[in-house]
């Protein structure tokens, strides 16, 4: 009996959490599809440094055990310029993301206060002679911006924390 409130609870938060990511995507698709772009692309962003040491390493080696041949120092200037390149782009990409994000919490937070606004607007005249009720919605449009806008920042946070796993799941297994 009680696996089945505990599965009824995560069930509620579930459908919660679904019905708050509709919210913010309806505040404003383009931010929100953006906004996951950007967390794709930073979540595979530092494996990139990483795989151009590796790729170093390996010319460096390759070299000392005379299999590579005179072009370690090409190989040397190559990963040079490439991983300065990389940091480049983390960085600009790490500011974009912060400009997106700040511009979609704006967009969530103007989105939130319409909706309290036509919800109180339909309210009857009534809800409003109650003390508990106007509590209630005191409570409501106190909370309901700060999250829904940390929402977002959650997901991103979330799928960079998934393509880091998955990939270094992979990268081990391509190593053994």
């Known amino acids: 009996m009680k696996i089945v409130t505990v599965f009824s609870h995560y069930k509620k938060n579930?459908?919660?959490?679904?019905?708050?990511?509709?919210?913010?995507?309806?505040?404003s698709p383009l931010y929100f599809c953006l906004n996951c772009l950007f967390s794709i692309g930073l979540g595979f962003?530092?494996?990139?440094?990483?795989?151009?040491?590796?790729?170093?390493?390996?010319?460096?080696?390759?070299?000392l055990s005379d299999t590579?041949?005179?072009a370690i120092l090409s190989a040397i200037v190559l990963s040079a310029v490439l991983y300065g390149f990389i940091l480049i782009v983390q960085e600009s990409s790490r500011v974009i993301s912060q400009l997106v994000s700040l511009k979609y919490s704006d967009k969530i937070d103007y989105f939130v206060e319409h909706l309290l606004i036509d919800a109180t607007a339909s309210a009857d005249l009534a809800f409003f002679d109650s003390s508990e009720l106007r509590d209630r919605m005191g409570v409501v449009s106190n909370n309901s911006n700060y999250v829904l806008s940390r929402i977002p920042?959650?997901?991103?946070?979330?799928?960079?924390?998934?393509?880091?796993?998955?990939?270094?799941?992979?990268?081990?297994?391509s190593v053994v």
């Not at 962003?45 to 080696?61: A, G, H």
Request: glycine share 6%.
């Open 45 to 63: 962003l530092p494996i990139l440094p990483l795989l151009v040491w590796r790729n170093l390493i390996n010319e460096v080696v390759a070299y």
């Open 14 to 27: 579930l459908h919660s959490l679904g019905t708050a990511i509709v919210l913010i995507f309806r505040a």
């Open 153 to 173: 920042m959650v997901l991103c946070d979330l799928i960079q924390s998934l393509i880091w796993v998955i990939v270094s799941i992979v990268d081990r297994k």
């Open 68 to 70: 590579g041949g005179d």
